[in-house]
């Protein structure tokens, strides 16, 4: 599939049968690639939701992500968004994120995006979409790289 293509995407959430695509998707994506094991027990948990993005029948791409706390406020806080290799740059990316922004409510008004300081891909995108750099969270992730923050809230800015 060539890039800058608009596909047709479907959102499902994530089942025991996405696993491998998934995994497929998570080692090619990230240089700190999850367990097969995390993700399954990742989408069990009671506050956690896996999605995944189908294009033409296959995975294309997923979405985990946690409902959690902070500042003493429910807020949606997205643990891994990735997409194939084969269909990146295709707006599956945009498809996944407009589902985590859609399931934002009234008491879940805020939605949470840690990124890598290094993925500057990343970050330019997420202020495409609107969302903003909060804070910068020191050592957040597991090699102690900083994390770049981006918010947005249910209803626009704060």
């Not at 089942?15 to 998934?22: G, I, T, Y």
């Not at 990230?30 to 294009?55: C, M, Y």
């Not at 409902?67 to 806080?77: G, P, Y």
Request: charged share 25%.
């Amino acid at each position: 599939m060539s890039n800058n293509m608009s596909v047709s995407v479907s959102i499902t959430y994530m089942q025991r049968c996405h696993l491998p695509d998934v995994r497929e998707i998570e080692e090619a994506s990230f240089g700190d690639p999850w367990l097969a094991e995390v993700i399954a027990h990742s989408i069990r948990r009671k506050d956690t939701t896996g999605v995944v993005a189908i294009v033409n029948g296959e995975v294309a791409g997923y979405a985990i992500y946690q409902l959690v706390s902070e500042d003493n406020q429910a807020c949606i806080r997205v643990a891994r968004l990735a997409v194939a290799q084969w269909c990146r740059f295709c707006g599956v990316g945009g498809v996944l994120l407009d589902d985590l922004l859609g399931r934002m409510t009234l008491v879940r008004d805020k939605l949470v995006f840690p990124v890598r300081e290094s993925n500057l891909i990343a970050q330019v995108w997420l202020r495409e979409y609107g969302l903003y750099c909060e804070e910068i969270r020191d050592d957040w992730f597991a090699d102690g790289e900083s994390a770049y923050v981006f918010s947005k809230w249910y209803g626009g800015e704060r």
